[in-house]
């Protein structure tokens, strides 16, 4: 299919959507900043940013390389610490998160710590950074990552950041704040949700040229497929020329 | 109180309350003392082998490479690593030998550059031994917890996860909400290394720029060695004491270090010397080239006044000067391949 956009845009695009005008989001480095700056940038102006080191509503000039680097206080409200934004998420003002990951199950669970026996592993992955907290303490999360059979898997290798855990209800009986969990997921091929009832993963809209077929055949687990799925919008060109003001050298879009 | 999990990663740092508050009697001076010093001098006295360490700054933002890279010189052996947000520092560290076991909120990655070629070979191949896991979250309020002199702060963290299961921390139930609960053990590190922007000759530190962990980890350190981009007088602290996140009671020594955090990044000074570490991620991607780098770049130098002529010198610092203040644009190596 002839497309004038990069998978990374449309990714983007599509986070970008999600976020509402005068809420707030912990973002991290790469594609959640490039959906958190968009949304800003068009129809959330009044989105307030919050970085896991202390960066509080910033006007982001340019890209961050770390969510410790000084682009995330730049013309900041605050440039404050770990333990004031960690414990306003603790405290609820903080509305969306985002997360990665190497591996998913169907409940929304991430792994991003190791790949086999954690005692012996295949390959070490950086661990949980400030995902468990974004993943326990933010009231929706939003989870971007890339979809294939050895991604979307029906039990992980390492349960790094809760998503629902093992059901409805699991989230609150083990003590995490109620009323919180994962909200949406992105990948290359659609966008998904969390069924009310199961909490397991459900298919909201595929990506524009992507098949039902294809979804399914690239998950290790059985997805709820519901007879009305709808299609992804694609970024008009001034999303696309403000996703390139933001990132000029295309670190993360790509060319 | 009712017990509902025990963590079962391996409790490191911890002193019962009492022990510690005795130990800060008899070891921490609470006199004006000049405490200027040398990097040689600080890393012989207080980073003795098998201490733990803990960096701060951001893995990358303001870490003190001066004494790192003097750790490395002195060749410690057996130090474990508090693994908060640990980049550029742990990295080095333990490709260099000199860490032998961390616990990890975050490490063997590079963020945006990618994963950590050295690090994460040293873990795999069980060189350096992961004693546990825990959240970035979970680690600052294990500091908080050794900064109030407490045992243990409760937390809404790790609740249901493995990362819990292989952690310190102990679920119980709250007597208040009668919720499970999450209580983070405190962690007292044995030295701690910190790059501030100014600081006297007394230890009186300032940073500009956001504090991440550093307030409570200063706190939490039972010795602290501050690098300073430049040594003030005590006039100037105390002209604007609002603005000192670390007093110097808190600080065992003092030494100027301009430009001392390089290649990481330094607010309002410098931003990362992305060839630098770009040359690093490439050479270590091999140990014989991780070990070529050492040579060039640590035994090989007298100083770290040496060291900064071998990077690029003044004509580099005012480059990176210049990007941190968006007046040049990003040239990063790993940037290009992404291309």
């Given at each position: 299919?002839?497309?004038?956009?990069?998978?990374?845009?449309?990714?983007?695009?599509?986070?970008?959507?999600?976020?509402?005008?005068?809420?707030?989001?912990?973002?991290?480095?790469?594609?959640?900043?490039?959906?958190?700056?968009?949304?800003?940038?068009?129809?959330?102006?009044?989105?307030?940013?919050?970085?896991?080191?202390?960066?509080?509503?910033?006007?982001?000039?340019?890209?961050?390389?770390?969510?410790?680097?000084?682009?995330?206080?730049?013309?900041?409200?605050?440039?404050?610490?770990?333990?004031?934004?960690?414990?306003?998420?603790?405290?609820?003002?903080?509305?969306?998160?985002?997360?990665?990951?190497?591996?998913?199950?169907?409940?929304?669970?991430?792994?991003?710590?190791?790949?086999?026996?954690?005692?012996?592993?295949?390959?070490?992955?950086?661990?949980?950074?400030?995902?468990?907290?974004?993943?326990?303490?933010?009231?929706?999360?939003?989870?971007?990552?890339?979809?294939?059979?050895?991604?979307?898997?029906?039990?992980?290798?390492?349960?790094?950041?809760?998503?629902?855990?093992?059901?409805?209800?699991?989230?609150?009986?083990?003590?995490?704040?109620?009323?919180?969990?994962?909200?949406?997921?992105?990948?290359?091929?659609?966008?998904?949700?969390?069924?009310?009832?199961?909490?397991?993963?459900?298919?909201?809209?595929?990506?524009?040229?992507?098949?039902?077929?294809?979804?399914?055949?690239?998950?290790?687990?059985?997805?709820?497929?519901?007879?009305?799925?709808?299609?992804?919008?694609?970024?008009?060109?001034?999303?696309?020329?403000?996703?390139?003001e933001i990132d000029p050298t295309g670190m993360v879009i790509g060319k | 109180m009712n017990t509902l999990q025990v963590g079962h990663g391996e409790l490191i740092g911890w002193h019962d309350p009492d022990e510690h508050r005795a130990w800060v009697a008899t070891h921490k001076s609470r006199a004006l003392e000049d405490k200027r010093t040398t990097v040689r001098e600080a890393v012989e006295r207080y980073v003795p082998d098998g201490a733990i360490l803990a960096c701060g700054g951001f893995g990358h933002i303001r870490v003190s490479m001066a004494v790192i890279y003097e750790i490395i010189r002195q060749r410690r052996r057996d130090l474990t690593f508090c693994g908060k947000t640990a980049v550029h520092d742990s990295d080095i560290l333990i490709a260099a030998g000199c860490i032998s076991r961390i616990e990890v909120a975050y490490a063997f990655g590079h963020e945006l550059r990618g994963l950590s070629p050295a690090s994460r070979r040293a873990a795999e191949?069980?060189?350096?031994?992961?004693?546990?896991?825990?959240?970035?979250?979970?680690?600052?309020?294990?500091?908080?917890?050794?900064?109030?002199?407490?045992?243990?702060?409760?937390?809404?963290?790790?609740?249901?996860?493995?990362?819990?299961?292989?952690?310190?921390?102990?679920?119980?139930?709250?007597?208040?909400?009668?919720?499970?609960?999450?209580?983070?053990?405190?962690?007292?590190?044995?030295?701690?290394?910190?790059?501030?922007?100014?600081?006297?000759?007394?230890?009186?530190?300032?940073?500009?720029?956001?504090?991440?962990?550093?307030?409570?980890?200063?706190?939490?350190?039972?010795?602290?060695?501050?690098?300073?981009?430049?040594?003030?007088?005590?006039?100037?602290?105390?002209?604007?004491?609002?603005?000192?996140?670390?007093?110097?009671?808190?600080?065992?020594?003092?030494?100027?270090?301009?430009?001392?955090?390089?290649?990481?990044?330094?607010?309002?000074?410098?931003?990362?010397?992305?060839?630098?570490?770009?040359?690093?991620?490439?050479?270590?991607?091999?140990?014989?080239?991780?070990?070529?780098?050492?040579?060039?770049?640590?035994?090989?130098?007298?100083?770290?006044?040496?060291?900064?002529?071998?990077?690029?010198?003044?004509?580099?610092?005012?480059?990176?000067?210049?990007?941190?203040?968006?007046?040049?644009?990003?040239?990063?190596?790993?940037?290009?391949?992404?291309?």
């Open positions: 299919m002839n497309r004038d956009y990069t998978p990374i845009e449309l990714l983007a695009y599509v986070a970008a959507g999600l976020l509402e005008d005068n809420k707030s989001v912990f973002v991290g480095t790469g594609l959640p900043m490039i959906a958190g700056m968009l949304a800003q940038r068009t129809h959330a102006p009044g989105l307030l940013i919050i970085f896991e080191a202390g960066g509080i509503g910033p006007q982001v000039p340019v890209l961050p390389i770390s969510v410790g680097d000084s682009r995330t206080f730049y013309r900041a409200v605050s440039a404050s610490s770990m333990h004031d934004v960690m414990s306003a998420s603790q405290s609820g003002y903080v509305d969306y998160g985002f997360l990665g990951a190497a591996q998913i199950d169907p409940y929304g669970n991430l792994n991003t710590t190791v790949i086999g026996d954690w005692s012996a592993p295949r390959a070490r992955l950086p661990g949980s950074g400030g995902a468990n907290d974004v993943g326990s303490l933010c009231w929706r999360t939003i989870i971007v990552m890339r979809q294939d059979r050895r991604r979307f898997v029906p039990k992980l290798d390492f349960i790094t950041t809760p998503g629902y855990l093992d059901g409805p209800g699991a989230r609150e009986r083990a003590g995490l704040p109620a009323g919180s969990g994962p909200y949406r997921l992105i990948t290359q091929l659609g966008m998904y949700g969390f069924d009310e009832q199961s909490r397991q993963m459900k298919l909201l809209a595929t990506h524009p040229g992507v098949t039902v077929e294809e979804i399914r055949d690239n998950s290790s687990f059985e997805l709820i497929v519901p007879e009305d799925v709808g299609t992804t919008e694609p970024p008009p060109p001034e999303a696309r020329r403000i996703m390139r | 191949s069980g060189r350096c031994q992961v004693v546990g896991e825990i959240s970035n979250a979970g680690y600052q309020w294990r500091f908080l917890a050794a900064a109030m002199g407490l045992p243990f702060v409760p937390a809404r963290v790790m609740l249901g996860t493995d990362t819990l299961a292989h952690s310190s921390a102990r679920v119980v139930e709250d007597p208040f909400s009668g919720k499970p609960i999450c209580l983070l053990p405190a962690c007292y590190p044995d030295v701690v290394l910190m790059h501030v922007h100014r600081c006297d000759r007394y230890g009186d530190a300032q940073i500009d720029g956001i504090a991440i962990e550093d307030f409570e980890l200063a706190r939490a350190a039972r010795r602290l060695i501050v690098t300073t981009e430049e040594i003030v007088d005590d006039g100037v602290i105390r002209s604007q004491p609002w603005r000192t996140l670390i007093p110097y009671y808190l600080v065992d020594a003092v030494i100027e270090v301009p430009y001392g955090a390089h290649p990481t990044l330094m607010p309002d000074r410098y931003y990362f010397d992305e060839a630098h570490i770009g040359e690093w991620l490439r050479l270590s991607k091999t140990d014989a080239g991780a070990a070529e780098y050492f040579d060039k770049y640590v035994y090989g130098v007298d100083g770290f006044g040496e060291y900064l002529e071998l990077v690029g010198g003044q004509e580099q610092l005012e480059y990176l000067r210049q990007v941190e203040h968006l007046e040049a644009p990003l040239r990063a190596p790993w940037l290009e391949e992404k291309k």
